[in-house]
Nanobody, 123 residues
């Protein structure tokens, strides 16, 4: 069983930055494909970014490309999401997700989920 704990959310003004962290335990971190998703009130959970386990290749949603950076530190069992140039439309609960076998932009792909961290961007 994998446990995921997000941190780093908060309230920030438009144009500001935040860095989210996702700490993993229960399995060798380097064996996990990892992703960030977000869910705004009244909306479905949507893909933000992912990083695979084998090559650390990354993929981003078009809405965050060029502003967000996903990374992982296998020695620290932690994944990060550096969020720059934040916009009010980035306001959501951000979730990290993990799966040992698969990765995709689709939430059901991922077996393990964190509890989420709130990000609020004021205009």
């Amino acid at each position: 069983q994998v446990q995921l704990v997000e941190s780093g959310g908060g309230l920030v003004q438009a144009g500001g930055s935040l860095r989210l962290s996702c700490a993993a335990s229960g399995r060798t971190f380097s064996s996990l494909n990892m992703g960030w998703f977000r869910q705004a009130p009244g909306k479905e959970r949507e893909f933000v970014a992912l990083i695979n386990r084998s090559t650390s290749n990354t993929w981003y949603a078009n809405s965050v490309k060029g502003r967000f950076l996903i990374s992982r530190d296998n020695a620290k069992n932690t994944m990060y999401l550096q969020m720059n140039s934040l916009k009010p439309e980035d306001t959501a609960v951000y979730y990290c997700a993990a799966d040992p076998d698969y990765y995709s932009r689709t939430p059901p792909t991922y077996r393990y989920w964190g509890q989420g961290t709130q990000v609020t961007v004021s205009s």
